[in-house]
Structure formats: structure tokens, C-alpha cells
T-cell receptor, first 109, second 114 residues
């Protein structure tokens, strides 16, 4: 199985940068995903890492270190609409996703 | 592209009744569909994995006789919650996978059992 840990809550100011960390222990690894989820809605895909390093996608970047079982999602130039829950998910060798509990990010004006 | 729909979006039912939730991939043929459940302030928990034409594979602790999954075609999977009870009230989300790439999530179904 998978054990995925991420902080419960983070608060930041509009225009700032926030980094959400995720650590995992897996019984097989086939990629790490980050999703954004607004309350009452389904998750939407943000990023995918399968090799070590940084993947940049506009204001969002994601980093992976497989040897450390560690990833982070970096949100730059925060906007009010970025207030949401951010889910770290690990895909195992059977292509199943296991999700962390999510980090609720609150952006203040 | 890669749109997944769910119906209904919300359902309220009496305890003891059965509820069917549909999941459709609208613009692609999904090799695999997944069903998740999410309780308030908790993460998504995988319930079962479904492949077209074969029996669903259920995760440990999920009762296959209570949560019936039918994957009739490459674009449609249904989840039936049989004899629903208040503790089954949750947000049910399906996803569809195109090959071995990412999963595309449906908008979810909010089930409330009275």
C-alpha cells in the first residue's frame, strides 16, 4: 500500500508563493500526480512527475525526488481563485492512484 | 477532450433503497474506470477498478455485494449502492483512464441517505 503525507492547511497572501510538500512510502511507484480540488467538485489535473526533477507549467511547478520519496508543488503569483485543496497522489505498479488527505490552501487579499 | 460525466450530480434517498450512479467518458473510449469515495475533509479512497466486460476488482474493505459495478461498454460504468444507509452518504467520484496515462475525473455525485 501507499502512505502519503502532506500538510493539512496553508495560508498565503495574494501574489505570494506557496510550496506544498508531499512525502510518500510506496510498494511500487509509477508516477506522482498533483490535483486541485475545489469544495464539492472533482479533482482537476495539475502536474505529473515520474522522473526526478522539476516540471514547470505556468504558475505551477512540481518537483520529485524518488530516492527521498518526496515531492512538492509550487504555486507562484497566488490568486484568490487558487484557494482550494491540493491533492498529492501516487500511482503504483498496477496504475492505481492513492491520494494524500489534501492540503487546503487559503489565499488572503 | 477527455471529458467524463456523472449522473446524477446529487441524490437524496431513503434508507434501504438502492441508488445507481452512471459514469460516462464522452469523447474517448476508456480502457479502465475507477470508482472513489470521499468523506468530508478526507481524501479520495479507491473503491474499485473496472474494466469493460470483466468483473470489477474491489479494494480491501469494500463490500462487492453492496457496491455493484457494471462496466457495460468502453464509455459507461455504473455503480449501484444497494440498500443504502446513512453511513453510505458520501461524495462518489469516478474516473476514466485512456491507456496507462492519467485518469480523467467526473464531476462527482453527492449521495445523501436519510
Amino acid at each position: 500500500g501507499q502512505n502519503i503525507d502532506q500538510p493539512t492547511e496553508m495560508t498565503a497572501t495574494e501574489g505570494a508563493i506557496v510550496q506544498i510538500n508531499c512525502t510518500y512510502q510506496t510498494s511500487g511507484f509509477n508516477g506522482l500526480f498533483w490535483y486541485q480540488q475545489h469544495a464539492g467538485e472533482a479533482p482537476t489535473f495539475l502536474s505529473y512527475n515520474v522522473l526526478d526533477g522539476l516540471e514547470e507549467k505556468g504558475r505551477f511547478s512540481s518537483f520529485l525526488s524518488r530516492s527521498k520519496g518526496y515531492s512538492y508543488l509550487l504555486l507562484k503569483e497566488l490568486q484568490m481563485k487558487d484557494s482550494a485543496s491540493y491533492l498529492c497522489a501516487v500511482r503504483d505498479g498496477d496504475y492505481k492512484l492513492s491520494f494524500g488527505a489534501g492540503t487546503t490552501v487559503t489565499v488572503r487579499a | 477532450g477527455a471529458v467524463v460525466s456523472q449522473h446524477p450530480s446529487r441524490v437524496i434517498c431513503k434508507s434501504g433503497t438502492s441508488v445507481k450512479i452512471e459514469c460516462r467518458s464522452l469523447d474517448f473510449q476508456a480502457t479502465t474506470m475507477f470508482w472513489y469515495r470521499q468523506f468530508p475533509k478526507q481524501s479520495l479512497m479507491l473503491m474499485a477498478t473496472s474494466n469493460e466486460g470483466s468483473k470489477a476488482t474491489y479494494e480491501q474493505g469494500v463490500e462487492k455485494d453492496k457496491f455493484l459495478i457494471n462496466h457495460a461498454s468502453l464509455t459507461l460504468s455504473t455503480l449501484t449502492v444497494t440498500s443504502a444507509h446513512p453511513e453510505d452518504s458520501s461524495f462518489y467520484i469516478c474516473s476514466a483512464s485512456l491507456g496507462d496515462w492519467e485518469q480523467f475525473f467526473g464531476p462527482g455525485t453527492r449521495l445523501t441517505v436519510l
